[in-house]
């Protein structure tokens, strides 16, 4: 069976069609008795929850009471990995402060430990310029 198709079944077994956490609920229970068949339809259920907004938090709560095999094999989803990849990777080079990404118009300063983006500096700035008139 078609991922669509499969994923249409599980939001006629969802507790809220419209809610694409629950949607994902329904296709993990779908994904535990069809087995590894049922991947492709998971990975789709988790990029419409992803689209629609809901955050890896939220997915990973979801998860938490699903077996563990159910849970590792949903998180080795080609999309998931590459996901959390990303994640990783934004992290790694977002400012520490206001997790902007470093680009053509955000410049950053990098520390030990840390990076700061210039809107971060120039707030920094002003919160250090107010504190100094105070004294
Ligand atoms: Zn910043």
Not at 30 to 56: C, F, H, K, V
Not at 66 to 86: D, I, K, W
Not at 121 to 133: C, E, Q
Request: aromatic letters at 4%; charged letters at 30%; a positive charge.
């Amino acid at each position: 069976m078609e991922p669509a198709d499969l994923l249409e079944q599980a939001r006629s077994r969802s507790a809220d069609p419209a809610n694409p956490l629950e949607n994902l609920a329904a296709a993990i229970a779908i994904g535990r008795e069809l087995g590894a068949e049922a991947d492709p339809m998971l990975d789709l259920a988790l990029r419409e929850a992803r689209e629609a907004g809901i955050s890896w938090a939220a997915i990973l709560e979801r998860l938490a009471p699903a077996p563990r095999s159910v849970r590792r094999r949903l998180l080795a989803r080609p999309f998931t990995r590459r996901r959390l990849a990303n994640r990783r990777r934004k992290l790694e080079t977002a400012c520490s402060f206001c997790r902007r990404q470093p680009g053509p118009r955000v410049f950053m300063v990098y520390g030990e430990g840390g990076r700061i983006c210039h809107h971060c500096v120039a707030l920094a700035s002003d919160i250090v310029a107010d504190l100094a008139k105070r004294r």
